[in-house]
């Protein structure tokens, strides 16, 4: 009886400690990988912080293109535009000739020439 006992008491005892050593096994894989995902999310972190502060800069500088300022500049030294002198101004319900002189065009009168607005 005591060789049967110690039988079982050998087979329990290497029972428990495979199963120990599949646990902590088990248990080092599950931190090993809670580790690496700890550097993911690190990074992951990171990138989102700097394409945070690229959305930012995106966004002052389109708002920028839209000052009158910018607009200026970028006609008079991109495109060579200039401001328009007075002979090139026509005001709203006015019309020009192709002699160049300025007319009250009425609401139901239509001009049997085209409007031109170059002098």
Not at 69 to 87: Q, W, Y
């Amino acid at each position: 009886m005591n060789a049967r006992r110690a039988r079982i008491f050998l087979t329990h005892w290497t029972l428990a400690v495979t199963a120990a050593v599949c646990a902590f096994v088990v248990h080092l894989a599950l931190r090993g990988r809670t580790v690496s995902l700890g550097y993911e999310i690190g990074k992951a972190r990171q990138e989102q912080a700097r394409l945070r502060e690229v959305k930012r800069v995106h966004e002052l500088e389109a708002a920028s293109y839209k000052t009158p300022e910018r607009v200026e500049i970028v006609a008079r030294s991109l495109l060579g535009m200039e401001p328009p002198g007075p002979d090139r101004i026509v005001p709203v319900g006015m019309r020009v000739d192709v002699e160049g002189e300025a007319a009250k065009t009425a609401a139901g009168e239509k001009s049997a020439r085209t409007p031109s607005l170059l002098p």
